[in-house]
């Protein structure tokens, strides 16, 4: 993550990996909703990877950004 961060310095390039990450992390928890709710296999490792992935990767990156660009 640390790495990840000094290596995002250009703010369109850190938007862009903001967006698509915490758009990937939230759909994989939102299937991960929709496997639970159907009883299909796997649900609990999209849905704890989505949430966790978003809440460690997505929500802070979107943090950085947003303080970045006030």
């Known amino acids: 993550m ?3 961060y000094y290596q995002i310095q250009k ?4 938007k862009k ?3 698509i990450l915490s758009t990937f992390f939230g759909s994989l928890a ?3 909703i929709l496997f639970k709710v159907m009883h299909w296999p796997g649900a609990g490792i999209a849905l704890v990877t989505g ?7 997505g929500l802070p990156l979107l ?3 947003r303080y970045r660009r006030a």
């Open 2 to 4: 640390i790495a990840f």
């Open 11 to 14: 703010p369109i390039i850190m």
């Open 17 to 19: 990996a903001a967006f």
């Open 30 to 32: 939102l299937l991960g």
């Open 51 to 57: 949430v966790v992935g978003f809440a460690l990767i």
């Open 63 to 65: 943090a950085v950004y």
